[in-house]
């Protein structure tokens, strides 16, 4: 009897110890540490268009939507990819998730501000890719 009391003060004093316990929350990628995509290209096919490949890590229910364009500053268009789940049910697994579009982008654009959303509409990844003359 007075080794299950002992065993029980000893639990309840562990987890009173570590119910007090910070957890950091995970960091946000620096904007200064470049696109977060695994490969990424931007090549101006024409004066009017460019192709922009890239592939990002995501969930393995996860599909990519048309890239919704936004406005262009300093020679930069900002594209949104938006994401969507595919089923209700999925595992937690991680792949590796291919974009190949051609876009609307006149001889202004040197650049494109990509940024890649989650299902959910939060910012999931992105970055900034220079465009190549063909």
């Not at 009173?16 to 540490?33: G, I, L, V, Y």
């Not at 890239?54 to 994401?83: H, K, Y």
């Amino acid at each position: 009897m007075r080794q299950l009391a002992l065993a029980t003060i000893l639990a309840l004093s562990t987890t009173a110890a570590f119910a007090d316990a910070p957890f950091a929350p995970m960091p946000e990628p620096s904007p200064n540490e470049g696109p977060a995509f695994s490969e990424f290209s931007a090549m101006r096919l024409d004066a009017d268009q460019v192709q922009l490949k890239l592939t990002f890590e995501g969930g393995a229910c996860q599909a990519v939507d048309e890239p919704v364009l936004g406005d262009v500053s300093g020679g930069t268009l900002a594209v949104t990819i938006p994401t969507h789940d595919t089923s209700e049910m999925c595992t937690m697994q991680i792949v590796q998730i291919p974009v190949d579009v051609t876009i609307a982008a006149g001889a202004d654009v040197t650049a494109l501000d990509v940024t890649v959303q989650a299902p959910s509409g939060a910012r999931q990844t992105g970055g900034t890719i220079d465009v190549a003359a063909d």
